[in-house]
């Protein structure tokens, strides 16, 4: 397991359409291994393959990391949402960024899990936000696209 670089904003592959994933193999383990590595050591809730370089629909996803217990999902995709939530939202491939994000309060998904066994997750406030957030990067977009009004340096929101 390793940790891998991040790709930060103007890294065009953040701006590429994922591949599905139609086999599981060696290589695409120990990305996930890699990954959540990678996310745990950013401190992040969620991180996908495209942020590590990788063009793949894949994500990983941990909202409670002291309980650690990651979600994988493999070609992700939101089957039913509702409610709304506003609030500030960052990005481990916008580092030191936070901006005022609205979204789904609740979000149902479907994908596959590590041992491609197909997986129908329900997540609500910020699990339902790392959903929308995650599966995003995979279309080739960053949250960035949806703040409200501007970005702020999260030094600035310290201050406070």
Known sequence: MAIRNIR??????L??????ITEM?????????????????????????PQVGILKRLVVIDVSPEANEPIVLINPEIIEVS???TGDEGCLSVPGKVGVV?????????????????RILEGEGLLARAFCHEIDHLDGHLYVEKVEGKLYNTSDLEEE
């Open 102 to 118: 609205t979204r789904p309060n609740y979000v149902k998904v479907k994908a596959l899990d590590r041992n491609m066994e197909e």
């Open 25 to 49: 193999n060696d290589r695409t383990q120990e990305l996930i291994d890699d990954m959540l590595d990678t996310m745990y050591e950013a401190q992040g809730v969620g991180l996908a393959a």
């Open 83 to 85: 409610g709304e939530q």
């Open 15 to 20: 701006n590429k359409t994922a591949k599905t």
């Open 8 to 13: 930060t904003m103007g890294d065009a592959v």
